[in-house]
Nanobody, 120 residues
Framework: QVQLVESGGGLVQAGGSRRLSCIAS????????MGWYRQAPGKQRELVAT???????DYADSVKGRFTISRDNTKNTMYLQMNSLNSEDTAAYYC??????????????WGQGTQVTVSS
């Protein structure tokens, strides 16, 4: 019903920046909250940042001041601007969206993930 596709991952040097995008498509009536999560090898998936439909944001302490989450509701797209990257940011990054579909039910959709690798 709903597909989320992330892009923008890759290899970046420590101290560098990267911008991730997540595009939602499918039987979408409205998108409520959205968020970025990440999972490093051998670790549990953790919340990175969230953004409501109204634009209110929240961040994990580890990324505050370095990462910025945003969204363009007209394009069903969410972004994550990542600055001052370090090796601890190396992970697969996943987008999540709470979506009301055209049948008016609400689902939690996940993307397939995009890998970010920070080299020191």
């Amino acid at each position: 019903q709903v597909q989320l596709v992330e892009s923008g991952g890759g290899l970046v040097q420590a101290g560098g920046s990267r911008r991730l995008s997540c595009i939602a498509s499918g039987s979408i009536f409205s998108i409520n909250s959205m968020g970025w999560y990440r999972q490093a090898p051998g670790k549990q998936r953790e919340l990175v940042a969230t953004i409501t439909s109204g634009g209110s944001t929240d961040y994990a302490d580890s990324v505050k001041g370095r990462f910025t989450i945003s969204r363009d509701n007209t394009k069903n797209t969410m972004y994550l601007q990542m600055n001052s990257l370090n090796s601890e940011d190396t992970a697969a990054y996943y987008c999540n969206a709470l979506v009301t579909v055209t049948s008016r039910s609400t689902i939690s959709a996940w993307g397939q993930g995009t890998q970010v690798t920070v080299s020191s």
